[in-house]
T-cell receptor, first 114, second 114 residues
């Protein structure tokens, strides 16, 4: 059974550009969450989607956005990139909306902004 | 106020000796608690989860954790460390008071000496 797939694995962008990251959840999983991991701030929640609806959003500026498609695949977009956006972005999928299902994480996309 | 505190940023053990990674949480309700492991340049793997069932939770790779409400602790243990256990470990809390999102501790880096 395929795991959570994130593409691309590595990305280098220039300040001011925008970027789109993709996440394909485990087949049958309807919940997708995104997290940002940096050495200084650790792991921080970005947003969660369930059945194409954003259910939850973290404390990030509006430059960070996301969406989920009918096949549960999700994308996140960061516009007007800043140096501080350099991070490992992790996607997690879950079977349902309840916490006791647990989350399966992908390997992440490492974004470097120069 | 911090929601989850991992009491040690680094732990070093010898191969074959017990592992103890400490975690304290703050919650007004009965939370959901998780331990995740992250190997270098990899995503997060779920070790175990507590969701109001048995207080002693057994996970993968010989790890287990005990939920102690009176001490607000959820320490991770393993009887005998293996070299492959060297990684970063995250204690995670969630529940309705956290908007049902995962809130991560700062992480504990486990070093295993041969």
């Amino acid at each position: 059974k395929a795991g959570v797939t994130q593409t691309p694995r590595y990305l280098i962008k220039t300040r001011g550009q925008q970027v789109t990251l993709s996440c394909s959840p485990i087949s049958g999983h309807r919940s997708v969450s995104w997290y940002q991991q940096t050495p200084g701030q650790g792991l921080q929640f970005l947003f969660e989607y369930f059945s194409e609806t954003q259910r939850n959003k973290g404390n990030f500026p509006g430059r960070f956005s996301g969406r989920q498609f009918s096949n549960s695949r999700s994308e996140m977009n960061v516009s007007t990139l800043e140096l501080g956006d350099s991070a490992l972005y992790l996607c997690a999928s879950s079977l349902g909306a309840e916490l006791n299902y647990g989350y399966t994480f992908g390997s992440g996309t490492r974004l470097t902004v120069v | 106020a911090q929601s989850v505190t991992q009491l040690d940023s680094h732990v070093s053990v010898s191969e074959g000796t017990p592992v103890l990674l400490r975690c304290n949480y703050s919650s007004s309700y009965s939370p959901s608690l998780f331990w995740y492991v992250q190997h270098p340049n990899k995503g997060l793997q779920l070790l175990l989860k507590y969701t109001s069932a048995a207080t002693l939770v057994k996970g993968i790779n010989g790890f287990e954790a005990e939920f102690k409400k009176s001490e607000t602790s959820f320490h991770l243990t393993k009887p005998s460390a293996h070299m492959s256990d060297a990684a970063e470990y995250f204690c995670v809390v969630s529940g309705p008071e956290y908007g049902n999102k995962l809130v991560f501790g700062a992480g504990t880096i486990l070093r295993v000496k041969s």
